[in-house]
């Protein structure tokens, strides 16, 4: 079967090797088995950025060529998702700025504000300090007990967020977290609850505090449960995820737990193999059960490995993972 290519991304109008072949988005594009295949990419908007690349195709499989503000993921069906990234996306009108907490001081007004998703603290937009928080939706701004510093936290599209700033002169970052909880005591120490972001809803407990010299490091980093205790898988799609997930998070024992022969574990895990993250698959007519295993082969490329499995249920209706192995898409043979 021959690859098929997806382009997404930059609204534009798409060549390969030369062909018109439709907007971004709408078409999936054929390619060769075997050698280069030109793309090209021309954006709709007057300001964006024109991208042609020198795609190297190899045995189905794409082998370079993706560079820039491209990414691409191979998947074992054959298909080829590229995405397009950068200013060439067409211009919306954006939000006006929001300002979510202000703080007066005898150095003037701290504003902190959101625009666009982005979270900002500052006197003004020339000297302001930018927080690594996703979409704030509030905020509490209050001073501390220690000379020249306060505390923000508010909801985020992380959960929770907190921060301790600098408002004496020049605003400064000092400490910023994001989790399912985030908050600052009265002494300036910031706590927050991490989520990993797995099935079995892992998470770290952090803490961060100044040292002697005012420079806030992480003092801590507990591990814990989003809810306070695991979530226990329910379906053999559940059941093999969670197992390929704690290893992962380098977890054997519990990886180990999840397995119909627990002893087994060592060659399961061989099996897996190096990979970043585990993905669903869509169906390939084949009646298997599989998930995908990602791995991220360069800046721009990442590749996906299917791995079938079967589970059996155990005395007490529990799910366990009997056989897990690294097949080739039925579709792709």
Same mark, same amino acid.
């Given at each position: 079967?021959?690859?098929?290519?997806?382009?997404?991304?930059?609204?534009?109008?798409?060549?390969?090797?030369?062909?018109?072949? *439709?907007?971004?988005?709408?078409?999936?594009?054929?390619?060769?088995?075997?050698?280069?295949?030109?793309?090209?990419?021309?954006?709709?908007?007057?300001?964006?950025?024109?991208?042609?690349?020198?795609?190297?195709?190899?045995?189905?499989?794409?082998?370079?060529?993706?560079? *820039?503000?491209?990414?691409?993921?191979? +998947?074992?069906?054959?298909?080829?998702?590229?995405?397009?990234?950068?200013?060439?996306?067409?211009?919306?009108?954006?939000?006006?700025?929001?300002?979510?907490?202000?703080?007066?001081?005898?150095?003037?007004?701290?504003?902190?504000?959101?625009?666009?998703?982005?979270?900002?603290? !500052?006197?003004? $937009?020339?000297?302001?300090?930018?927080?690594?928080?996703?979409?704030?939706?509030?905020?509490?701004?209050?001073?501390?007990?220690?000379? !020249?510093?306060?505390?923000?936290?508010?909801?985020?599209?992380?959960?929770?967020?907190?921060?301790?700033?600098?408002?004496?002169?020049?605003?400064?970052?000092? $400490?910023?977290?994001?989790?399912?909880?985030?908050?600052?005591?009265?002494? !300036?120490?910031?706590?927050?609850?991490?989520?990993?972001?797995?099935?079995?809803?892992?998470?770290?407990?952090?803490?961060?505090?100044?040292?002697?010299?005012?420079?806030?490091?992480?003092?801590?980093?507990?591990?814990? +449960?989003?809810?306070?205790?695991?979530?226990?898988?329910?379906?053999?799609?559940?059941?093999?995820?969670?197992?390929?997930?704690?290893?992962?998070?380098?977890?054997?024992?519990?990886?180990?737990?999840?397995? +119909?022969?627990?002893?087994?574990?060592?060659?399961?895990?061989?099996?897996?193999?190096?990979?970043?993250?585990?993905?669903?698959?869509?169906?390939?007519?084949?009646?298997?059960?599989?998930?995908?295993?990602?791995?991220?082969?360069?800046?721009?490329?990442?590749?996906?490995?299917?791995?079938?499995?079967?589970?059996?249920?155990?005395?007490?209706?529990?799910?366990?993972?009997?056989?897990?192995?690294?097949?080739?898409?039925?579709?792709?043979?």
């Amino acid at each position: 079967m021959l690859p098929m290519l997806n382009v997404t991304g930059t609204p534009g109008v798409v060549y390969l090797n030369g062909m018109f072949c *439709g907007e971004t988005g709408a078409v999936a594009l054929p390619l060769r088995g075997q050698g280069i295949q030109y793309l090209e990419v021309r954006p709709f908007s007057p300001s964006g950025t024109q991208a042609v690349l020198r795609l190297e195709i190899a045995d189905g499989q794409l082998a370079g060529g993706v560079t *820039g503000q491209a990414f691409a993921v191979q +998947w074992p069906d054959g298909r080829i998702e590229l995405e397009l990234r950068g200013d060439e996306t067409l211009q919306t009108a954006s939000a006006p700025p929001q300002l979510l907490a202000r703080l007066p001081s005898d150095m003037g007004e701290y504003l902190f504000v959101a625009e666009e998703g982005v979270a900002s603290f !500052g006197r003004d $937009a020339q000297e302001a300090v930018f927080l690594p928080v996703a979409s704030p939706g509030d905020a509490q701004l209050r001073p501390l007990a220690i000379p !020249g510093l306060c505390a923000v936290t508010g909801s985020c599209r992380d959960g929770r967020y907190a921060a301790v700033l600098r408002a004496q002169g020049a605003p400064e970052l000092l $400490a910023c977290g994001c989790g399912l909880t985030a908050e600052v005591d009265a002494g !300036g120490a910031l706590r927050c609850l991490e989520s990993v972001g797995d099935f079995a809803g892992h998470a770290y407990l952090c803490a961060y505090a100044p040292t002697a010299q005012g420079v806030y490091r992480r003092v801590s980093r507990e591990a814990a +449960w989003e809810n306070g205790a695991p979530r226990q898988p329910r379906t053999p799609e559940e059941t093999a995820r969670a197992f390929l997930e704690a290893l992962l998070n380098g977890s054997a024992e519990e990886a180990a737990s999840y397995l +119909w022969q627990p002893a087994g574990a060592p060659r399961l895990a061989a099996a897996a193999g190096a990979y970043d993250a585990v993905v669903s698959l869509a169906p390939d007519g084949s009646g298997e059960t599989a998930l995908g295993a990602l791995r991220t082969v360069n800046d721009n490329i990442a590749r996906v490995r299917r791995l079938v499995y079967t589970a059996r249920q155990d005395a007490t209706g529990a799910f366990k993972l009997a056989t897990l192995e690294e097949k080739p898409c039925f579709l792709a043979i």
